[in-house]
């Protein structure tokens, strides 16, 4: 009973990636499938820092936030 419901949805899967391969990416582009760009090194570097910085700081701001109310 399970044998054409796979078959279909084997081959529905095979088609629906197809078709993102062939019209979504163009593959093998470094850095085309990320969220930011990467020729611009020091926009680049800011932003790193920024990410890095904010995650790193935040669990210390809070723990001074809580330490200081009275």
């Known amino acids: 009973m399970l044998g054409p419901i796979a078959r279909?949805?084997?081959?529905?899967?095979r088609n629906v990636m197809k078709?993102?391969?062939?019209?979504g990416?163009?593959?093998?582009?470094p850095g085309?499938?990320?969220?930011f760009q990467i020729h611009?090194?020091?926009?680049?570097t800011i932003n790193f820092f920024l990410f890095v910085g904010?995650?790193?700081?935040?669990?210390?701001?809070v723990m001074?936030?809580?330490l200081a109310k009275k």
């Open 8 to 13: 279909i949805s084997n081959q529905t899967g």
């Open 25 to 29: 990416s163009h593959g093998g582009v």
């Open 40 to 44: 611009n090194r020091t926009r680049l």
């Open 19 to 23: 078709n993102i391969v062939r019209n």
């Open 32 to 35: 085309e499938n990320l969220p």
């Open 64 to 66: 001074w936030h809580q």
């Open 54 to 61: 904010t995650g790193l700081t935040a669990p210390f701001l």
